[in-house]
């Protein structure tokens, strides 16, 4: 069966990318590699570096007519930059989009499996967040991406495609770099690399439902033949603060390492946590990795990397 996985050389994208291709899939990736690297894909993973803006993602769909089409390809301006720029994420985000959709309507794609985010709830005063609370993006951003899953939600509705859009929550693992989006735990790495104090927005008592990149793509393979026309929260429903998460990473490293602590910005949210209740009934899925866990394996990985 063929696949294809836009921003399939990003951080999340590869780690997709190359388990669909240890599974037996075909892998078709769409990529135009502004944060992407190719050197992160599977030998048998077929790159074809393109925008998913323009004519040539279209014809990579026309040509491979994959079964489903994994859209995590993004603009990672992140929140400060998105507040400067806001016509990056709407370009790439919502036009992008509607130029993928366009080609699965056109093509027969069977299913769009939509990488969405924590981060279209905004700021709610609520402990553990469900899909059915209020949206309020607090950055274009995350406008983008809600955006996004209302014109892919109108495509099933109109014309069949189907689709399963996963917000996920704070992604971490392996490979992340400080490029993408969501990425305090690959910033970390850098400062505690670079001998840098880690830098806190706030006072740190700020929470985050941080989830490893392993369960999210196991959420995804999950999602080829589950979760028609469903929004579902990935993450653990466990929420960490900034300061528990230096605990944690200090724990793990064994590294004294300083904490530079900077004014709050606006367009962060205060408190993440997700509710994943549905996700479970949903899916064959359930995260396996808690946090102390996956940091462990992260932090091998940095140490591996580079001689601290
Ligand atoms: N990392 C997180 O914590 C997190 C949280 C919530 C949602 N997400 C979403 O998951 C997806 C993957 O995130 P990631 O952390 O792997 O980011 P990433 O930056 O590592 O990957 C994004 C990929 O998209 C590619 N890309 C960007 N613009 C493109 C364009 N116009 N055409 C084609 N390719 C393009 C980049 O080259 C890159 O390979 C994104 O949609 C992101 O919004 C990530």
Known sequence: MKMVVTGGAGFIGSHLVNNLVSQGYEVHVIDNLTTGDPCLLHSEAILHVAD??????????????????????????????????????????????????????????????????????GNLAKELITEHDSVNPLSFCALSKLAAEQY????????GVDYTILRYGNVYGPDQTAKGEGNVIAVYQEQVQNGQPLTVYGDGTQTRDFIHVKDIVKANIAAIDYGSGEILNVSTGHSTSMNQLIDIIQSQLSLPFGVNYLPAKPEDILHSSLNITRICAVLPWAPEYTLEQGLRETCRHWISSVHL
């Open 152 to 159: 892919i939600r109108m495509f099933k509705h109109y014309y």
């Open 52 to 121: 998913v803006r323009g004519d040539q993602a279209q014809n990579v769909i026309r040509v491979v007519k994959p079964e489903v089409v994994f859209h995590l390809a993004a603009a990672q301006t992140g929140g400060q930059q998105s507040t400067k720029s806001p016509s990056a994420d709407f370009e790439t985000n919502v036009m992008g989009t509607l130029n993928i959709l366009d080609a699965c309507h056109a093509y027969k794609v069977r299913k769009i499996v939509f990488a969405s985010s924590y981060s279209v709830y």
